[in-house]
């Protein structure tokens, strides 16, 4: 939306809005379908979180977006993501949750995908890089605490 990619994809192709209503509908007839332990989440989130800080970048240089604003639009894509799944699941957004490495991770894995875009090295090959350092970075923060200054 902030670089003003329209129509939105979820817009443009009306199978995206069924499947969630489809997805909605069942886990309001089988709530206990959609209970998953947190630690079961961490995974998934982190993948998430890779995926679309990256798609995000791309998706930005794509627009002529300068790095560091395009790493900027990642982060907030992969983040917003996460936050928005959690207020629509009414829990507290996993991001001020916990204050282990989050944003940051994605920061750094779009700076990844940069520059390894800037190295001239194949597209896929850098995105596939790219989130994976995303998850890396994230799992490796929560497997050793690793967190910001003042993030306690």
Do not use: H
């Not at 596939?128 to 995303?134: E, F, H, K, P, Y």
């Amino acid at each position: 939306m902030i670089i003003d990619r329209t129509p939105l994809f979820w817009v443009a192709n009306q199978g995206y809005a069924i499947l969630i209503l489809m997805m909605s509908v069942l886990a309001f007839l089988f709530p206990g379908l959609t209970r998953v332990p947190q630690r079961a989440m961490l995974v998934p989130d982190a993948l998430g979180l890779g995926l679309f800080s990256i798609a995000g970048t791309g998706f930005a240089l794509d627009a002529g977006a300068p790095l560091f604003t395009a790493a900027l639009l990642g982060t907030i894509t992969g983040v917003f993501g996460g936050v928005l799944r959690d207020v629509i699941g009414n829990e507290i957004p996993f991001i001020f949750r916990n204050t282990y490495l989050y944003a940051t991770a994605a920061f750094a894995g779009c700076w990844v995908y940069m520059l390894l875009l800037a190295a001239g090295l194949e597209k896929s090959i850098a995105v596939l890089v790219g989130i994976a350092a995303v998850v890396l970075l994230r799992l490796t923060a929560l497997r050793f605490g690793l967190r910001l200054p003042g993030g306690e």
